[in-house]
C-alpha cells in the first residue's frame, strides 16, 4: 500500500503484479481503516475490478499499456463518471447520476488508470475543512482529532492514509494546495486552462482547476501529464496545452523569491519549516531572497467578492427542476426557494447571499467591479516579481491542521486561504510539498508558485524540495 | 462601499434575489456574518482603482471557434431520467402563468 503510482505502473506494466492484484489491496485497505478517515462518499469497488481484470486480460494479450496502468485513483465528488452517483458533498444532488463523464477522468481513464472511488469534500468546495459536506466531516489521516483541510480533504485524506497513490482535487482558492498542506502529501493547482474543466461542477468558472495529489513529486507530474491538454468541450482550455513529465531537481543558479505579505500572521512551526526550507534551497545553490507582492494582502477580500459572485451565478442552475431535489411549493419561485432552502447548506447559502449582494444594483461596482481590478493589480505584482525571480515561495497554509469544530466563524475559515487565493487570481500554478512538521508531527507545507505555464520550474523545485524534507507523516494507525 | 450593516430587510431582498428561502434564524445570522465579511472586504475600498483595467479571466484566450459539425449529444431519456418530474420527452415544471 505504501507503493507509489510510478511503482504500480512498472510493476503492472511488467506483469510482476496484476492490476486485480493492486486494486483488491487498495479495496481491503480502504474497507478496513476508511471508517476511522471518511474520505469516501462512494466507493465503485465492482466498477474498479472489472476495469483492473480488463486491464490485465490486455496485457496477457501483449498489449502495451498506459502511463498509469493499474494505478487506483480516486476522485472527489464534484467531477462527474457518467452511471455514478455526484454529489458534490450536497443533499441537492443526492442521488443523482450524471448522464457524461469529465474529461479529466476519461483521460485517467485512458491512461490505464483504476476509478476506486468518490471522495468527500465541502458542500460544492466552499470550505477549507471538509466539514461543510452534507453527510459527515472527514478526518485527518495524521491525527484523526483534526480536519484534513478543504475542500477536497477526501482526496487528500485517500492519498495521505494509503488508500490510494494518487486522487484528483479541484482548487479554486486552495483546495487542492492548502489539504495537501495539512495531510503532508504533495498537491498541484496547474496553470487556469491546463487541464479541462468539462464535467466538473462549476464553482466560481474563472478561477477552478482541477489537479493531482500524490505521496510524492514524480507521482504528482506524472498524474498532471495525463491530465494535461486541450479540450474542445472547455472553451477556457488552452490550445496545443501540455505538461512535459520530465524535470530536473537542480535549483543551482535559480533566483527565488519569497513573498513577504505571506510570512506575517503565520505560525512559529510554520515559519520554522519556512527558514528550513530556505536554509535547504540556498544549500543547494539557488539565491534566495525576500520580495514584496503588495497587492496579494487584498487577495483575500477580492476572492470573497469574485468566487461567490460567479458562484451565486453558477449555482442558480440547482432549481428542482432538471436533476436532483425538488421541494414542491405553491407557485414555481416558491418551488425554487424552497428547493434550494432544504437542499443547500449554510456555506453555500452563505456564499450565495453574498455573491448575490455583490452582484445586485448599486453595489456592482463598488464590490465585484473594484474585485475585478484588485485581480489586474495581482497580476501586474506578479508579473513584476516574476522578472527578477524565476519562481516563488511561501507556507500554504498559516497554520498545521486545526481541531474539528474548532473554527465556527466564517471569516475565520475564509484566513486559511490566505496564502493559496493569489495563484488563482492570477491563474497561475502552484504546488504544496512537504517539508517539515510541528511538535506534534502535524505536517507543513511549503507552496511554490510559478507564472503561467511555468509548471516545469515549479516542479524542479518542488522535487529539491523534496529531497530536503523531512520523512513524511504516516497515518496515526501506522506509525509504530 | 456602503459603511452600514446588511440590515434584515435587506438581506430578504437579496434572499428573494438569489431565489433563497430563509428561516427567520438564518436572516438574523446571515446579516450578521454577511456585514462582518464585507467589513473585511473594506480594505480594497481604500485603493486607488480608477485608471485599472478589470480582470475577467486571468488567461486572456479570444474567441474560441470551432468547426461547426455535428458530433455525438446526450441521450434524452438519459437526461430525463434524473429529473424530479419529466413526461413525454420534456421536463415537468409547476405552472407558471397565473389564470386570467
Redesign the interface.
Known sequence: MDLGAQEIADLVKSSKVSATQVVEAHLDEISRYDSRVNAFLLVMAENALEQAKRIDVRRSKGEELGPLAGVPIALKDNMAVSGFATTCGSKILEG?????TATAVKRLVAADAVLIGKTNLDEFAMGSSTENSAYFPTKNPIDPTKVPGGSSGGSAASVAARFTPIAIGSDTGGSIRQPASLCGIVGVKP???LVSRYGLVAFAS?LDQIGPFARNVQDAALALQVLAGHD?RD??S??GSHFDNSFTDRVAGLRIGVIQEMTTGISGAVEHTLNDAIAFLRSMGATVEAVSIPST??G???Y??IAPAEA?SNL?RF????????V??A????????T??EG?G?EV??R???G??AL?AG?YD??Y?????????I?DDFAKAYGAYDVLISPTSPTVAFGLGDKTD??AM?MADVCTIPSN????PAMSVPFGCDEAGLPIGIQVLAP?MGEQIMFSVAQSLQNGAAKPAVPVWRRD | ??EQE?SEEE?LH??????????GA?VKS?SK??S???Q??????T?D?DD????????S?MN?M?EDTVGDS??RD??L?????AQSGM?V????LGES
Open positions: 443523482w447520476k450524471p448522464p457524461y496553470t487556469y486552462g474563472s474542445d472553451s477556457t488552452i490550445p494582502t487584498y483575500l477580500s477580492a470573497y467578492l451565486s442558480s432549481d428542482g427542476v432538471r436533476y436532483g431535489l425538488r414542491p411549493g407557485d414555481i419561485t416558491q418551488t425554487y426557494e424552497q434550494r432552502a443547500f449554510a447559502k452563505r450565495m447571499m453574498l448575490t449582494y445586485s453595489y463598488a464590490l467591479g473594484r474585485a475585478q481590478k484588485v485581480r489586474t493589480l497580476l466564517p471569516l475564509y487570481l492570477a491563474g497561475h503561467a | 462601499m456602503s446588511i438581506t437579496v434572499a428573494h434575489l438569489a431565489r433563497l428561502g430563509l428561516s438564518e446571515f456574518q454577511l462582518a465579511i464585507l473585511h472586504a473594506k480594505d480594497i475600498a485603493l482603482l485599472v483595467v478589470p480582470t475577467k479571466h486571468a488567461i484566450l474560441v470551432r446526450l441521450d438519459e437526461v431520467a434524473s429529473a424530479p418530474e421536463f415544471v409547476p405552472k407558471i
